[in-house]
C-alpha cells in the first residue's frame, strides 16, 4: 500500500506558523485595499523567515499579486538591510 505522504519531496510540507501567517495574510489584504504594510521578519538562521516569506509570496501570487524579491549581501561589513 503506497502512502501518499511519502511521494511528497522532503521540505514541501510547511509546518505550523499559523498566527505568523494569519498576520501576514491579514496585512497583504489591507494592502490590497489600499493600506501598505511592512514587515520584518527577524530570527536565527534556519528558522524559517525565508520560507514563511514563500509561502506569503504563493498566497499573494495566487491573488494574482506581482511578488519581487530583493537580496542583500552577506559578506563583513554589509550595510544593515
Ligand atoms: N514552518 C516550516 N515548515 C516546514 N519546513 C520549514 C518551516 N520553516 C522552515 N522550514 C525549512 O527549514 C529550512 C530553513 O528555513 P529557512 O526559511 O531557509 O530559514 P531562514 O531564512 O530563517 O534562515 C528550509 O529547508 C525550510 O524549507
Ligand atoms: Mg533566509
Known sequence: MVDSRSTQPLGSVFVGRQREMAELTAALDDALSGQGRLFMLVGEPGIGKTRTTQELTSYAEQQGVQVFWGRCYEDE?????
Open 77 to 81: 561589513g554589509t550595510p544593515p538591510y
